[in-house]
């Protein structure tokens, strides 16, 4: 899986800090009954809505490799535009467009 260097940087930076962000998070996973497939398209849409082009990336690769397909990506996207608005919806669509174009999806 693709890790961005900050992101790895970081990780040897901090590794205890790490250790616990990482920890809380498969934390939060475990803690309802979602299932890992829905959990990373919901986390595509919290990152829409923050406009992180970082981790509408990272979800958007994290929701194809737990079997979403283009279309679903692309619906979470869309949901996007009447709640964050057309700028921030569009740029997200881009975003998750270079991915898929990367992917060969």
């Given at each position: 899986m693709y890790l961005p260097k900050k992101y790895k940087d970081f990780?040897?930076?901090?590794?205890?800090i790490f250790k616990a962000y990482?920890?809380?998070g498969t934390l939060v996973r475990e803690s309802g009954p979602l299932d890992e497939k829905?959990?990373?398209l919901v986390?595509?849409?919290?990152?829409?809505?923050?406009?992180?082009?970082g981790a509408v990336m990272s979800h958007t690769r994290k929701a194809l490799d737990t079997g979403a397909?283009?279309?679903?990506i692309s619906h979470t996207?869309?949901?996007a535009l009447s709640t964050?608005?057309?700028?921030?919806?569009?740029a997200a669509m881009h975003w998750v467009d270079e991915v898929l174009e990367k992917d060969g999806k």
């Open positions: 990780s040897a930076a901090y590794p205890e990482k920890e809380m829905t959990q990373n986390k595509l849409g919290i990152a829409i809505g923050s406009n992180s082009r397909t283009k279309e679903e996207v869309l949901l964050t608005g057309f700028p921030n919806m569009i």
